[in-house]
């Protein structure tokens, strides 16, 4: 539920902020319209998620949809570019051949690290990467905000950080997350990919 959900409600969340900043500007109504439009379909996407949850807590697993594979992560870095943040996505090796689960563990670890850099780094742009070179595959999230000046500045580990780093942990990865070298925010996980798991 957090991995979808959160996510959605987070990217409508901003939108909805930054329509209404929009409007107190005076800026055009077309730039508002496309803010409420894509509040809209993230809105529906959390309904959506929550109607499958639902029909799995009363009828079970069967009708499950596919879970995401890593093409859809233009999908995800557009929408996310729609809700303010400029995402570039760069993939390269042998991405066809992981494993399902390690998989999905990088999706969802790219989805949460840019929903905190929409959510909380006040980021203008971000940058994925997701590299695999036949026995492991590295991803490193980051982004221009503000990042924290501090450690007393690192954010609390919330529910998604450390379902980041169970999700890593469970297939022998690690991961790690805090101040990037050249300022803003940096999120790095490495799985172990192929027949070894």
Do not use: W
């Not at 939108?15 to 509040?39: E, I, N, P, Y």
């Not at 949809?65 to 233009?74: D, I, Q, R």
């Not at 570019?81 to 999706?107: I, R």
């Amino acid at each position: 539920m957090h991995d979808v959900v959160a996510h959605s409600l987070t990217v409508a969340v901003v939108q909805c902020v930054a329509a209404g900043d929009d409007l107190d500007a005076g800026t055009a109504s077309g730039t508002v319209r496309t803010r409420v439009m894509a509040a809209e379909g993230a809105c529906r996407e959390a309904l959506d998620e929550l109607r499958r949850m639902v029909g799995v807590l009363r009828f079970g697993p069967e009708e499950l949809e596919p879970v995401p594979k890593l093409t859809a992560l233009s999908a995800l870095c557009a929408a996310i570019t729609a809700a303010g943040v400029q995402v570039e996505l760069e993939l390269a090796g042998d991405l066809d051949s992981l494993p399902p689960g390690v998989e999905l563990s990088c999706y969802r670890i790219v989805q949460e690290a840019l929903t905190n850099t929409l959510k909380h780094a006040s980021a203008r742009h971000a940058h994925v990467s997701v590299r695999a070179d036949g026995r492991k595959v590295t991803l490193r999230v980051t982004d221009d905000g503000r990042g924290p000046s501090s450690s007393a500045d690192l954010p609390s580990p919330g529910q998604g950080l450390i379902g980041l780093r169970e999700r890593t942990g469970a297939y022998g990865g690690t991961l790690s997350a805090g101040p990037g070298p050249d300022g803003g925010y940096l999120v790095e996980a490495v799985l172990p990919a192929g027949s070894q798991l």
